[in-house]
C-alpha cells in the first residue's frame, strides 16, 4: 500500500518566495495533520483537517502560512513570503477514524529558505 | 489540552545494553498512547500502542512499553539494544475527545554505542 506521499522531498528558495508543499493522505484515513519539525522547537503540530474540515489552525504561526484541502486525497501548505526562520522538515501525516488509530506520516519536505 | 514529557532529551547506552526511554503524560482521561521512532531523515514510524486491556504492550524490533494509570506513565524498555535502533523516539498521546489530534513529546534521541 502507498503510504503518505509528500512532495518535493528538498525545497531551496530565496526569502520572499511563494512555498507550496504537498501531501496526498493514504486513501480511506479521514484525518490529515501538517507538522513542522525544527532543532529548537522540535515537533509542532501546524494544522489538521477532519474529512477535509480545517478542526484546528492554532499552530499556525502567522498569517503567512496557509493550508487548504479541496478533497479526501490532496492537501496543501502554503508560505507566502517566506522566510529564512521557516527553514524546517515539514511532515503531512494521516490516520483513519477513530482516535485510537496511529498517524502516518510522510517522508517530509525539507525547506530551506536563503 | 494534553501534554506530554519526554524527561530525557537523550540516552547514550552500549550496544546490547537494556534501556528505558521515559514518558509522562498530563491526564489519564480519555487517552490512547504511542511510541513512535524516527531514523535520520525519516518521517515517524509507528513503535507501539496502547490503547485498552493489558498494560504492558509489545511493539516492533523487540520493544515494549507499560502504561501506568497511576503516575501518568508510559515508558518504554528494551533488554537489549542493537547499534541499528540509533534513533530519536517520541512518545505521544491521543485525545479521544478531538478528532484524532496527538500531542507529541519532544523527543529522546537515543545513541548506541558499540
Known amino acids: 500500500d502507498a503510504g503518505v506521499i509528500q512532495s518535493p522531498r528538498h525545497e531551496v528558495t530565496e526569502m520572499g518566495q511563494e512555498v507550496t508543499l504537498r501531501c496526498k493522505p493514504i486513501?480511506?484515513?479521514?484525518?490529515l495533520f501538517w507538522y513542522r519539525q525544527t532543532m529548537m522547537r522540535g515537533l509542532e503540530l501546524l494544522i489538521y483537517f477532519n474529512n477535509n474540515v480545517p478542526i484546528d489552525d492554532s499552530g499556525m504561526p502567522e498569517d503567512r502560512f496557509s493550508a487548504k484541502m479541496p478533497n479526501a486525497s490532496f492537501s496543501t501548505l502554503k508560505i507566502q513570503p517566506s522566510e529564512p526562520r521557516d527553514s524546517a522538515v515539514y511532515f503531512c501525516?494521516?490516520?483513519?477514524?477513530?482516535?485510537?488509530?496511529?498517524?502516518?506520516f510522510g517522508d517530509g519536505t525539507r525547506l530551506s529558505i536563503l | 489540552a494534553q501534554s506530554v514529557t519526554q524527561l530525557d532529551s537523550q540516552v547514550p547506552v552500549f550496544e546490547e545494553a537494556p534501556v528505558e526511554l521515559r514518558c509522562n503524560y498530563s491526564?489519564?482521561?480519555?487517552?490512547?498512547l504511542f511510541w513512535y521512532v524516527q531514523y535520520p531523515n525519516q518521517g515517524l514510524q509507528l513503535l507501539l500502542k496502547y490503547l485498552s486491556g493489558s498494560t504492558l504492550v509489545k511493539g516492533i524490533n523487540g520493544f515494549e512499553a507499560e502504561f501506568n494509570k497511576s503516575q501518568t506513565s508510559f515508558h518504554l524498555r528494551k533488554p537489549s539494544v542493537h547499534i541499528s535502533d540509533t534513533a530519536e523516539y517520541f512518545c505521544?498521546?491521543?485525545?479521544?475527545?478531538?478528532?484524532?489530534?496527538?500531542?507529541f513529546g519532544s523527543g529522546t534521541k537515543l545513541n548506541v554505542k558499540p
Open positions: 491526564s489519564s482521561v480519555s487517552v490512547y
Open positions: 501525516a494521516s490516520s483513519p477514524q477513530p482516535s485510537n488509530q496511529p498517524q502516518h
Open positions: 505521544a498521546v491521543s485525545d479521544r475527545d478531538n478528532f484524532n489530534k496527538f500531542y
Open positions: 486513501s480511506g484515513h479521514n484525518s
